[in-house]
């Protein structure tokens, strides 16, 4: 007995991973992709539904306001990304550097990206409110950023960039601290300048902690939602439609699950096309 | 490496002292104005709040504070938030360790894909699971329980686990259990008595990493639980809903209260902080 129970302990071990993984997150994902092949309703039996082949994904493809949210996803992805690692990238080079204090500053400038986003995102809320927010206050103007189509999603980003710089920056941190600092003395030694320095040594040595802070950064701004949720709920005119809020809007709000199924299946396989990007990354660091 | 300190005359490198001192001192001041300007916010009577110009010198007031701590829903809410976080964390930690063990240690079938599947949970968009589950869920009489939420953040904290556990036991040398293998201890005897109590320091980092997630989470519980069984993420996102209204202080303070405990936590975490980041892409 104990013999067998030795020979499967790997087995055994994983054995409850493996059900509730397959429990919370397989099971589910066929289920979705099997609605999104059908017309249901939610006072239907689970399988009481009717096939009606792609129509579900059809529907999408024709919808402005799908398509419409499929631009401002990648748009805002694309922007949010971007200037949160050249922000997270400076921060990170600036508390690099070792001076007397310096931990002080890198613990103070850490702390917007460990505020719960529904609580940061509500807390601008109320800083960008145009009648009695600091914001407006300070530059002296009366507008209202998160109530018009052209500045919404600005003001959403900056936010964004404000709560998760600092994320990028203690990923780059940890990777400045790690890198040798042979070739940087030796450099030095040669009367390199710091322009030089940063842009021939470091940023080359840097550049695998770059890539992983890159794509996990894009899988999460890609699925971006509390913070939209709470400062403009997709508006206003769906400006700030992005595809989990609209995927949320269609299944929550309308109840029209096999749509939302069908909008889910479109955003996941657009997730594993980022994923496999990332896994084929990090295989190639592997093997440098 | 460190920042290339010794380049450049002394004069010149205390110039650069300075414009760093005060890069950063403007940076802090930027990224800690509008938390800052929240809890003062939070500390102010309603017609301090509301005072043009800005009142900048007060005798700062708890009654926001009081009124939050009194009121029924924040204590509710709290009070499931520390629920369903506390739950989800045991269990995938019950669940998630010793699978992260058996994957660090053993070669067995089907480990690559059960790897794959990890990874897969942890970077998919939770709305694309949550559609289903609603429904499933919602079949077997689960939704709107506590129970429900605890196993949706499985989705996340689960794969937190078995990733930053992985690390942590392949860091652990081979040799302790080995040689309690060799002195007639099962397998699942050396994991428990004698690998267990070496990790210990890890699984502290985990449990506060995934608890972190747990307590900021707020779309699994927004669509998952009602009035009575909703968590603070929730209760605040309700307070926003629409128009901003009124009670500003009371907003600002729950929204202090519930970002204290997190913040705390990631402290003591700090030194794990990039493992939970990464997630097992980065190794510690």
């Known amino acids: ?288 | 490496m460190t920042a290339p300190s010794r380049v450049g005359s002394r004069r010149s490198r205390l110039v650069f002292a300075g414009s760093v001192y005060a890069a950063l001192i403007a940076l802090t001041v930027v990224f800690l104005f509008p938390l800052v300007w929240i809890i003062g916010l939070s500390l102010k009577t309603r017609l301090e709040i509301f005072a043009m110009p800005p009142v900048l010198v007060w005798w700062p007031t708890f009654e926001n504070y009081a009124a939050v701590l009194s009121s029924g829903d924040f204590l509710a809410a709290f009070w499931n938030s520390l629920v369903v976080a506390s739950g989800a964390v045991l269990l995938s930690m019950c669940v998630g360790v010793p699978a992260a063990y058996a994957i660090a240690r053993f070669p067995f079938r089907g480990r690559s894909l059960l790897f794959f599947g990890l990874l897969a949970m942890r970077m998919l968009p939770p709305i694309a699971v949550l559609v289903p589950m609603y429904i499933l869920f919602s079949k077997l009489g689960l939704t709107t329980t506590r129970l429900s939420v605890v196993l949706a953040y499985t989705t996340f904290s689960l794969p937190l686990v078995v990733w930053i556990m992985r690390g942590f036991f392949e860091d652990l040398p081979r040799e302790l259990e080995e040689s309690a293998w060799v002195d007639g201890a099962s397998r699942a005897a050396a994991f428990t008595y004698v690998v267990l109590p070496l990790i210990r320091p890890g699984l502290v980092a985990v449990c506060i990493l995934s608890l972190q997630l747990a307590w900021n989470d707020f779309l699994f519980a927004a669509v998952l639980t009602n009035n009575a069984t909703r968590t603070l993420p929730v209760l605040m996102a309700a307070f926003s809903g629409g128009d901003t209204g009124v009670d500003w202080g009371g907003m600002t303070a729950s929204g202090v209260l519930v970002i204290l405990p997190v913040v705390i936590f990631s402290f003591a975490a700090q030194r794990h902080l990039v493992a939970g980041l990464s997630s097992g892409a980065v190794k510690g």
Request: hydrophobic share 55%; net charge negative; charged share 10%.
């Open chain 1, 1 to 288: 007995m104990s013999a067998w129970l030795d020979s499967q302990f790997a087995r055994l071990a994983v054995l409850p991973t493996t059900v509730l993984m397959l429990l919370v997150f397989g099971l589910p994902l066929l289920f979705s992709l099997y609605l999104s092949f059908q017309g249901w309703s939610p006072d239907q039996a689970l399988f009481g539904g009717r096939f009606t082949g792609t129509d579900n994904y059809q529907d999408l493809l024709t919808d402005p306001a799908f398509v419409g949210s499929l631009g401002i996803t990648f748009g805002y992805t694309a922007v949010t990304v971007a200037t949160e690692l050249a922000a997270g990238l400076g921060l990170a080079l600036l508390l690099n550097i070792d001076l007397p204090w310096i931990n002080l500053f890198r613990t103070a400038l850490i702390i917007p990206m460990m505020i719960t986003p529904v609580v940061a995102a509500f807390c601008w809320k109320l800083l960008l409110d145009p009648d009695h927010g600091i914001v407006d206050y300070l530059i002296g103007s009366h507008i209202i950023w998160l109530g018009r189509p052209d500045t919404a999603l600005v003001s959403v980003a900056v936010v964004n960039l404000w709560q998760n710089a600092p994320y990028v920056a203690v990923l780059l941190l940890a990777g400045l601290r790690s890198l040798p600092s042979e070739p940087v003395e030796a450099a030095a030694i040669d009367g390199a300048s710091r322009l030089q320095v940063f842009w021939h040594i470091t940023l080359p040595l840097l550049r695998p902690y770059i890539v992983v802070a890159l794509l996990l950064r894009t899988i999460f701004e890609f699925r971006a939602f509390d913070n939209i949720y709470v400062m403009t709920s997709g508006g206003p005119a769906d400006a700030t439609m992005v595809l989990s809020m609209f995927t949320y809007l269609a299944s929550f709000v309308r109840f029209d699950l096999s749509l939302g199924a069908a909008a889910s299946w479109m955003m996941l396989l657009m997730s594993m096309a980022l994923c496999v990007l990332f896994i084929a990354v990090i295989r190639r660091r592997e093997a440098l």
